[in-house]
């Protein structure tokens, strides 16, 4: 018999599953339960997007394309983040096609990390990260962020841990799974920290489409002197309904994206060739579409942090991405524990904060990217949960 802890490998034994799937595997074997932990929209992909992908395959564009990804699909992708974001890079040599906005990822901490480098993560926080991060040999240094900031990463505390092994900082806004946004004045005095470092700034930028409210998403890429050491990753999953399509990409200075290049040539080759096509038509032509999405969304968002409140879950006003981060310190409970008791009793799905990193215990993270009577039914279940508890 062969003894399978001793051949594989040391690193991705350590690394523990991901807690966001825990539960929705949980969820689905069994019945009834409305489960609100998968970040995935519920709109279909927007017609125009679908039809050009069907157009592609019946005009039999199945070969590879180029491995950065089609030249088309990189000029639309500069075109729409100078439109939409002011920002200005060069679709030759600066722009890679992926699979998703989670191989930009890997690629980017891939192409950057040697054993022993810190890479800067602020908690609560997407749950790949740090398990890409260890994979590389990083030590992985979390910033807790607070509700007292708007779960904001401020300043001072990003000063604070960075050392002379300080390599890369994550930097996850409009962020999951709290919904935080940071804003021009933050984004100044995080450059401020950054600009006399050589730290990298991995910016993660999926979300940027969900912001609510007058004031738009702004990148910390177009802040003064941040452009030269930012990585800008994002895709189409979140704000285009595209999450099947795996389609995403990642912009950088070119020295960087070269050694990006190779990482993605030899484990990817290139993105899929029918989601490239769709994607040309998503960046051209569906401003209008993204934006009635995240308008509907903006609708779910208010009725969840006022609902939240009401039955006495303090809930932070999310002001991005599609998910409220509601404090249940005031029950007793541990994140995992309300998620567990509300599973079992109630039948609702939610995701503990601890699944975000340390920093999320005393919370949950409930997605509202579904419909509005799916929710209500979902709060109208936790409130009652919430009564019986009392008594």
Same mark, same amino acid.
């Given at each position: 018999m062969i003894d399978y802890s001793s051949v594989l490998s040391e690193r991705v034994q350590e690394l523990s599953p991901s807690g966001i799937r825990k539960? /929705?595997?949980? %969820?689905? *074997?069994?019945?009834? #339960?409305?489960?609100? =932990?998968?970040? *995935? &929209?519920?709109f279909k992909t927007p017609y125009s997007i679908r039809r050009a992908g069907i157009e592609s395959l019946e005009k039999g564009r199945t070969w590879y394309t180029a491995n950065a990804g089609l030249k088309e699909l990189k000029v639309e992708i500069t075109n729409y983040l100078r439109r939409r974001f002011e920002l200005d890079y060069n679709p030759v040599d600066e722009v890679i096609v992926t699979v998703g906005g989670s191989e930009a990822i890997d690629l980017a901490i891939r192409s950057l990390i040697n054993p022993g480098d810190e890479v800067l993560v602020p908690e609560p926080c997407f749950v790949a990260y740090a398990p890409i991060a260890l994979l590389t040999g990083a030590k992985v240094v979390p910033i807790p962020t607070r509700e007292e900031d708007d779960f904001k990463l401020c300043a001072a505390a990003l000063k604070e841990r960075i050392t002379d092994k300080s390599k890369l900082l994550i930097f996850p806004y409009p962020n999951n799974p709290t919904g935080a946004v940071m804003r021009q004045k933050e984004l100044e005095e995080i450059a401020g920290v950054l600009r006399d470092t050589n730290i990298i700034v991995l910016s993660d930028e999926i979300y940027a489409e969900l912001t609510y409210g007058e004031r738009r998403h702004v990148s910390i890429a177009s802040i003064e002197g941040m452009r030269e050491r930012t990585i800008l990753v994002s895709g189409f999953s979140k704000a285009y309904a595209m999450t099947g399509w795996r389609i995403g990409y990642v912009c950088a200075p070119a020295p960087i994206t070269a050694q990006m290049l190779k990482v993605h040539q030899y484990a990817i080759m290139c993105s899929p060739t029918t989601s490239q096509y769709a994607a040309v038509t998503a960046m051209r032509s569906c401003d209008d579409e993204i934006r009635k999405m995240a308008d509907e969304y903006d609708v779910r968002r208010r009725l969840c942090v006022g609902e939240f409140n009401r039955i006495g879950l303090h809930c932070f006003p999310a002001e991005g991405a599609f998910y409220v981060f509601p404090s249940i310190k005031s029950t007793g409970m541990s994140s995992?524990?309300?998620?567990?008791?509300?599973?079992?009793?109630?039948?609702? %799905? !939610? #995701? &503990? =904060?601890? %699944? /975000? =990193?340390?920093?999320? *215990?005393?919370?949950?993270? #409930?997605?509202?990217?579904?419909?509005?009577?799916?929710? !209500?039914?979902?709060?109208?279940?936790? *409130?009652?949960f919430l009564q019986e508890r009392k008594g």
């Amino acid at each position: 018999m062969i003894d399978y802890s001793s051949v594989l490998s040391e690193r991705v034994q350590e690394l523990s599953p991901s807690g966001i799937r825990k539960f /929705f595997d949980l %969820a689905s *074997e069994m019945e009834g #339960v409305i489960s609100l =932990g998968v970040g *995935e &929209p519920d709109f279909k992909t927007p017609y125009s997007i679908r039809r050009a992908g069907i157009e592609s395959l019946e005009k039999g564009r199945t070969w590879y394309t180029a491995n950065a990804g089609l030249k088309e699909l990189k000029v639309e992708i500069t075109n729409y983040l100078r439109r939409r974001f002011e920002l200005d890079y060069n679709p030759v040599d600066e722009v890679i096609v992926t699979v998703g906005g989670s191989e930009a990822i890997d690629l980017a901490i891939r192409s950057l990390i040697n054993p022993g480098d810190e890479v800067l993560v602020p908690e609560p926080c997407f749950v790949a990260y740090a398990p890409i991060a260890l994979l590389t040999g990083a030590k992985v240094v979390p910033i807790p962020t607070r509700e007292e900031d708007d779960f904001k990463l401020c300043a001072a505390a990003l000063k604070e841990r960075i050392t002379d092994k300080s390599k890369l900082l994550i930097f996850p806004y409009p962020n999951n799974p709290t919904g935080a946004v940071m804003r021009q004045k933050e984004l100044e005095e995080i450059a401020g920290v950054l600009r006399d470092t050589n730290i990298i700034v991995l910016s993660d930028e999926i979300y940027a489409e969900l912001t609510y409210g007058e004031r738009r998403h702004v990148s910390i890429a177009s802040i003064e002197g941040m452009r030269e050491r930012t990585i800008l990753v994002s895709g189409f999953s979140k704000a285009y309904a595209m999450t099947g399509w795996r389609i995403g990409y990642v912009c950088a200075p070119a020295p960087i994206t070269a050694q990006m290049l190779k990482v993605h040539q030899y484990a990817i080759m290139c993105s899929p060739t029918t989601s490239q096509y769709a994607a040309v038509t998503a960046m051209r032509s569906c401003d209008d579409e993204i934006r009635k999405m995240a308008d509907e969304y903006d609708v779910r968002r208010r009725l969840c942090v006022g609902e939240f409140n009401r039955i006495g879950l303090h809930c932070f006003p999310a002001e991005g991405a599609f998910y409220v981060f509601p404090s249940i310190k005031s029950t007793g409970m541990s994140s995992d524990e309300f998620c567990q008791e509300l599973l079992y009793s109630k039948r609702v %799905a !939610v #995701v &503990p =904060g601890t %699944a /975000f =990193g340390a920093a999320g *215990e005393g919370y949950v993270r #409930v997605s509202y990217s579904y419909s509005v009577s799916y929710l !209500v039914n979902a709060i109208k279940r936790i *409130e009652e949960f919430l009564q019986e508890r009392k008594g």
